[in-house]
């Protein structure tokens, strides 16, 4: 059983690396989807890019509503971080993602051996897995879709000023991945 556990935590923690790491030709933007992988491998495509566009939409709108005087820093701060990306994915950056692959999965395993030899805990495993880094940014945005769904405008504020940090410490750490 513990086994099983730790195959489906490396799945879930290796997986959207592996995925996020993938480059696709430039032009794969044009051709449809003609693959026959099941609902969720739509998100490796266009309407990823679709749905990212459409939330980020949202959450300009909730800026404007909740916190309007941040709403320009907002706006430089999210094209950043798309900037950011387009770069990470380039092709001139493909050998600087392979090797981040590489030095991940190794770490993966590594955590792997300690975990089986007991050396380390499952909370500690999942810790160290995800290399200090908690997804609080997703956390954050559904607590504040929340907040806005209960039209609680105090707590709507606080959770986009915390979204917008960890926004930028996202930039910031992916600023460092493109000068190694």
């Known amino acids: 059983m513990k086994f ?4 489906l935590t490396l799945a879930i923690l290796v997986m959207p ?3 996020l790491a993938n480059t696709f ?11 026959k992988e099941g609902k969720r491998h739509h998100m490796t495509h266009k309407d990823w890019k679709a749905m990212m566009a459409e939330r980020e939409q949202k959450l300009l709108a909730w800026v404007s509503q909740y916190t309007p005087e941040k709403k320009a820093e907002w ?9 950011l990306r387009n770069q990470w994915m380039s ?3 493909s050998a600087k993602r392979e090797q981040w692959k590489k030095e991940r999965i190794a770490k993966m395993e590594a955590l792997k051996k300690q975990f089986e030899l007991g050396k380390i805990t499952k909370e500690e495993f999942i810790k160290q897995s995800h290399g200090g880094k908690e997804m609080g940014h997703w956390k954050t945005f559904h607590e504040l879709r929340i907040a806005v769904d209960k039209k609680d405008s105090k707590q709507a504020a606080i959770l986009l000023n915390q979204l917008l940090e ?14 190694k």
């Open 17 to 19: 690396t592996v995925a």
């Open 75 to 83: 706006t430089r701060v999210l094209e950043e971080k798309k900037n």
């Open 4 to 7: 099983r556990g730790l195959v």
């Open 91 to 93: 092709p001139e950056n």
């Open 166 to 179: 960890q926004t930028k410490q996202h930039n910031q750490l992916m600023k460092e991945k493109l000068a």
């Open 25 to 35: 030709p430039a032009n794969h933007e044009e051709k449809p989807c003609d693959c």
